[in-house]
């Protein structure tokens, strides 16, 4: 009796891991990965139709240095 609930414990471990992923994985598509970052400098990138302009962008890396 006691090896049944240990098995039953062991196989709802999984089940836990993987609720606990599609919620993490739902929250990411609704929200997106955000990052704080400021434009630094305007890049030109030139392409067949000509060129545009992007913003060239800095973020601060874990340590807190940009």
Not at 1 to 27: E, K, S, W
Not at 31 to 57: C, K, S, T
């Amino acid at each position: 009796m006691t090896c049944a609930v240990a098995y039953a414990a062991i196989a709802v471990l999984p089940l836990g891991f993987a609720l606990r992923d599609a919620v993490v994985v739902r929250r990411l598509r609704r929200d997106g990965i955000r990052a704080e970052g400021a434009v630094v400098d305007n890049l030109r990138v030139d392409d067949a139709d000509g060129y545009a302009w992007r913003p060239g962008r800095a973020y601060r890396s874990v340590s807190g240095m940009p």
